[in-house]
């Protein structure tokens, strides 16, 4: 891994999560940096993806809330840390339109108390250590939901396109990076925001597109897809994201935002299709009554305020990092069908615990 070659410490919040967790893996495997992962654990939590570092001698968890400021002081003093990467959020659209408040204490109320534990430990720094406060980071790790959705065929968004968020989730992701952008041009704070294109692999909580059309097809169940199936996203491997996270903490230029996108660019439709495909080849044998997976396909009422196409601009980061996704949309999907297939124990007590791919955000 590239960056200063002394072994840091880094903080990740929301570690347990799916990118969180990815990101964790990445720096204990890659990298001789500690981890300190600190976690809520909240349904979207999950200690068994972090099952291969749990004893590492790098690795620490530490389950607590951002929105606990004292907590937090404590979490810095006692660690000591050199970069803060901050995924902690709740994430989820549709259960941002079924439940607004819990997003808004999270994303945003939490993002300003850790802005200022990460700037009372700063400033402290400052007077005892002078090089490692030079060195310190602040990275903030968001979404391109918060530039609404795009026009044109061929439009993408960049660093500077206009924020226009149309759910509660994205509209507290938006206040959350105008948050820590402000940090660091009021107080000086060395923050970074990456904004990343949907994510998808393993460990991927099965409420979300991808992973819930896996398990619902292996059981047979109907496979839903809202509207027309036409809304476009721009698919980015989860363990590629991860190594542009980490890249962008170490190398990223103070103040500067990043967008982190996997170049593919499909229709809801495509993707159910391309994971209907494989498990045409990978386990023919389907349940009873059933020809083929794509029969499972039904089509059910939009979401309400569903952007329509996001596409991200990843050039920025290319030219000026160096970072490219390794995965293909083909490579990246199969992995993912692959490692559903052969983790079945993961995802069977996720499904037994609170959620059973019941459909959320119908705005009820």
Known sequence: MNGSAHTKTFLITGGAGFIGSAVVRELIARSSHRVVNVDKLTYAGNLESLADVADHERYAFEQADI???????????????????????????????????????????????????ARGYWAALQQSDAAKAADFRFHHISTDEVYGDLDGPDELFTETTSYAPSSPYSASKAGSDHLVRAWQRTF?????????????????????????????????????????????????????????????????????????GGHNEKQNIEVVNT?????????????????????????????????????????????????????????????????????????????????????????A
């Open 67 to 117: 929105c606990d400021a004292q907590a937090m002081q404590r979490l810095f003093e006692q660690h000591q840390p050199d970069v803060v990467m901050h995924l902690a959020a709740e994430s989820h659209v549709d259960r941002s339109i079924d439940g607004p408040a819990e997003f808004i204490q999270t994303n945003m109320v939490g993002t300003a108390v850790l802005l200022e534990a």
């Open 275 to 363: 994971l209907c495909a494989l498990l045409e080849e990978l386990v023919p044998e389907k349940p009873s009554g059933i020809a083929r997976y794509a029969d499972l396909i039904t089509y059910v009422s939009d979401r309400p305020g569903h952007d329509l196409r996001y596409a991200i601009d990843a050039s920025k980061i290319e030219r000026e990092l160096g970072w490219v996704p390794q995965e293909t949309f083909e490579s990246g999907m199969r992995k993912t069908v692959q490692w559903y297939l052969e983790n079945e124990t993961w995802w069977q007590r996720v499904q037994d615990g609170s959620y059973q791919g019941q459909r959320l955000g119908v705005g």
């Open 188 to 260: 000086g704070l060395p923050t970074l925001v990456t904004n990343c294109s949907n994510n998808y692999g393993p460990y991927h909580f099965p409420e979300k597109l991808i992973p819930l059309m896996i398990l619902n097809a292996l059981a047979g169940k109907s496979l839903p897809i809202y509207g027309d199936g036409k809304q476009v996203r721009d698919w980015l491997y989860v363990e590629d994201h991860a190594r542009a996270l980490i890249q962008v903490a170490s190398e990223g230029e103070i103040g500067e935002t990043y967008n982190i």
